[in-house]
C-alpha cells in the first residue's frame, strides 16, 4: 500500500526558509512526486514535480525561490526547500505521487494522475 506522510510546516516571518518532507512508502519507481498547496478560498494547484525520469518543473510563482528534491537512500522520501517565503505563500501543502503520463507535459499537475496524497502540513508566511 502506498502511504504519504508530509512534515516540516509552520508559522514564519516573510522572507524565511522552511523545508517540507514527504516520507512514502509503496511508491513504485517512475512515477511523478509533486508537492501541491491549497490556499484558503483556492483551488489546490500543483506547484513542483520530479517525473518519472529525473526532471523537475515548477510552477511560475515559486521558480527561483522553491526546490524540490529526492532521496533516493530513504527509500523514497522527497523534498520541498522554500526559501524567500512570502505572506502569498500561505496554504496546506501536500505531497502527492502517481503514475507518470510519459512525455512532455506543461505543469506539475499534468505529470500524472495523482492517485495518492499526504494528509497536508499548513505553512502561514506572516508579513
Known amino acids: 500500500a502506498v502511504n504519504l506522510v508530509e512534515s516540516g510546516g509552520g508559522s514564519v516571518q516573510s522572507g524565511a526558509t522552511l523545508r517540507l518532507s514527504c516520507a512514502a512508502t509503496g511508491v513504485p519507481s517512475g512515477w511523478c512526486t509533486a508537492w501541491f498547496r491549497q490556499a484558503a478560498g483556492k483551488e489546490r494547484e500543483g506547484i513542483a514535480v520530479i517525473d518519472g525520469e529525473g526532471g523537475t518543473k515548477y510552477v511560475d510563482s515559486v521558480k527561483g525561490r522553491f526546490t524540490i528534491s529526492r532521496d533516493y537512500d530513504k527509500e ?27 512525455g512532455w507535459y506543461s505543469r506539475p499537475s499534468t505529470c500524472a494522475t495523482y492517485s495518492y496524497w499526504g494528509q497536508g502540513t499548513q505553512v502561514t508566511v506572516s508579513s
Open 76 to 102: 523514497y522520501t522527497w523534498y520541498l526547500q522554500m526559501n524567500n517565503l512570502q505572506p502569498e505563500d500561505t496554504a496546506i501543502y501536500y505531497c502527492a505521487a502517481g503514475k507518470y503520463n510519459g
